[in-house]
């Protein structure tokens, strides 16, 4: 895809500031207790990236504008750290990269995300992903995220075609259900 590459170790610095440049959207609007500066250090991307998580870019020059993390877990495929830098918002990067991430897995994809960043829900809807339910939602992230529970309290859940429609292959069946 155009634009679009796997980042390398190589490219941790530009991760690490792209993440933190478009974070900032997050201040003020996700609860004061789970805001921190900065929203993540270089410490915490590169255990991220240890436990898995697999960042591709969207560059121009040399130049990382977004980027977009795939973590396998289990059966599932995560969507991780999705930024756009703030003056590039809304051009269609975000797209590409999800679009991108979407080739390199065959998985049903989940994606959490702050419940009160709309704007976030509203992109992975438009890419047609949907809210699961508050109990699964719950569920899911005790199941696939390492994460509080102030921010499982204060998240939600968007699950792709795949999670809702599952293809019966090998034997495993994805239901909004929960069953498995």
């Given at each position: 895809?155009?634009g679009?590459?796997?980042?390398?170790?190589?490219?941790?610095?530009?991760?690490?500031?792209?993440?933190?440049?478009?974070?900032?959207?997050?201040?003020?609007?996700?609860?004061?207790?789970?805001?921190?500066?900065?929203?993540?250090?270089?410490?915490?991307?590169?255990?991220?990236?240890?436990?898995?998580?697999?960042?591709?870019?969207?560059?121009?020059?040399?130049?990382?504008?977004?980027?977009?993390?795939?973590?396998?877990?289990?059966?599932?495929?995560?969507?991780?750290?999705?930024?756009?830098?703030?003056?590039?918002?809304?051009?269609?990067?975000?797209?590409?990269?999800?679009?991108?991430?979407?080739?390199?897995t065959?998985?049903?994809?989940?994606?959490?995300?702050?419940?009160?960043?709309?704007?976030?829900?509203?992109?992975?809807?438009?890419?047609?992903?949907?809210?699961?339910?508050?109990?699964?939602?719950?569920?899911?992230?005790?199941?696939?995220?390492?994460?509080?529970?102030?921010?499982?309290?204060?998240?939600?859940?968007?699950a792709?075609?795949?999670?809702?429609?599952?293809?019966?292959?090998?034997?495993t069946?994805?239901?909004?259900?929960?069953?498995?």
């Amino acid at each position: 895809m155009p634009g679009v590459r796997p980042c390398t170790g190589k490219d941790i610095g530009m991760i690490h500031a792209v993440i933190n440049e478009a974070a900032g959207a997050y201040r003020g609007v996700i609860p004061a207790d789970c805001w921190k500066e900065p929203y993540m250090s270089e410490e915490e991307l590169r255990r991220e990236i240890a436990d898995g998580v697999r960042f591709f870019g969207y560059e121009e020059g040399d130049r990382l504008i977004g980027v977009m993390g795939i973590q396998h877990v289990r059966d599932v495929s995560l969507v991780r750290h999705a930024y756009v830098r703030t003056a590039r918002r809304r051009t269609g990067i975000g797209g590409t990269l999800l679009a991108a991430l979407r080739a390199q897995t065959s998985r049903p994809l989940l994606m959490g995300t702050w419940a009160a960043a709309a704007w976030a829900v509203q992109f992975y809807e438009k890419h047609g992903f949907r809210l699961v339910t508050p109990d699964e939602k719950d569920r899911l992230l005790k199941k696939y995220w390492n994460i509080s529970e102030r921010q499982i309290e204060t998240s939600v859940v968007l699950a792709d075609e795949r999670w809702f429609n599952p293809r019966q292959e090998k034997g495993t069946a994805h239901r909004a259900s929960g069953e498995r």
